[in-house]
């Protein structure tokens, strides 16, 4: 009787050591999902970003040259993109390491810049490409967070 008694009380502890593992694990892969989803995300929306700045730099801005103004109602998309530049951007500074949302800042107070310098004047593209220049790099400053943090091997290729 003793025996079947410590079988079952063992079978029991295996069994409640097991499910707790199970989802100390299953949170953790969850977190990591998240993460990586947020990484990509942001990944996306700084794609847009760019490309609404790079069109709204190369019109003409007549009206209240060099004044501040939110510089996304300039582009028929420039809203969107910033709505979705800003919802990653949220989600990097809540799943993200902090090195990673740190990085994130960066590029995003680079962006605000970039959006005052493109709808103070219009710009070729060689002066545009020196005034993107510290946006760019703050971009591949956070590819390399994103891949030290998802422990990814690094590399020298940039855009």
Request: charged share 20%; aromatic share 10%.
């Amino acid at each position: 009787m003793m025996t079947a008694l410590v079988a079952a009380f063992a079978g029991m502890f295996g069994i409640a050591i097991g499910r707790f593992w199970d989802t100390r694990a299953e949170s953790a892969r969850w977190r990591r999902d998240q993460r990586a989803t947020s990484y990509l995300r942001i990944a996306e929306a700084y794609w847009e970003i760019l490309r609404e700045l790079d069109a709204i730099a190369g019109t003409q801005n007549t009206q209240g040259l060099g004044e501040p103004r939110n510089w996304a109602l300039l582009s028929p998309n420039g809203m969107a993109a910033l709505d979705r530049w800003n919802s990653a951007l949220m989600s990097v500074l809540v799943y993200g390491s902090p090195r990673v949302a740190g990085a994130a800042k960066n590029v995003d107070d680079c962006v605000d810049e970039c959006g005052m310098k493109a709808s103070s004047a219009q710009h070729d593209w060689e002066s545009w490409a020196t005034e993107t220049s510290p946006l760019k790099k703050s971009f591949q400053d956070l590819l390399a967070a994103i891949r030290g943090d998802l422990k990814l091997q690094s590399h020298s290729l940039s855009f």
